[in-house]
């Protein structure tokens, strides 16, 4: 089953917070600029936050967004180095409008495939 980024994330976030205590989520949020509850919805995977605040958290927690993310070590798959791709290519060219190209360029030729 594919998982969104944001589930990817809360996946993850879960992990690295487990054992702490619950005051630990109220300092982050407060730390980062959100509300606890906000917070705890990126915990449970409810709401995703965009990018910058994922970043926001890796950084509160001293970890690399991508590799927070990506899990390195981890089992990675197929999925997992398409997704990489687009990220680097984000970094490179800089352009969400370049991506979502690309991606609907992607579709296009899956359709075509599978006709």
Not at 7 to 24: I, S, T
Not at 56 to 72: Q, V
Not at 90 to 103: N, T
């Amino acid at each position: 089953m594919k998982q969104t980024i944001a589930q990817r994330f809360a996946a993850q976030l879960n992990k690295a917070l487990a054992g702490e205590p619950h005051g630990k989520q109220k300092e982050m949020a407060e730390a980062i600029g959100v509300t606890p509850s906000r917070l705890n919805n990126i915990i449970r995977g409810r709401r995703g936050g965009d990018e910058d605040l994922r970043r926001e958290i890796c950084k509160y927690l001293g970890r690399d967004y991508e590799e927070f993310l990506f899990g390195r070590g981890g089992a990675v798959t197929q999925e997992d180095d398409e997704l990489q791709e687009f990220v680097e290519l984000y970094r490179r060219y800089g352009s969400r409008a370049f991506l979502e190209s690309c991606i609907d360029r992607l579709r296009e030729i899956k359709s075509v495939i599978e006709k």
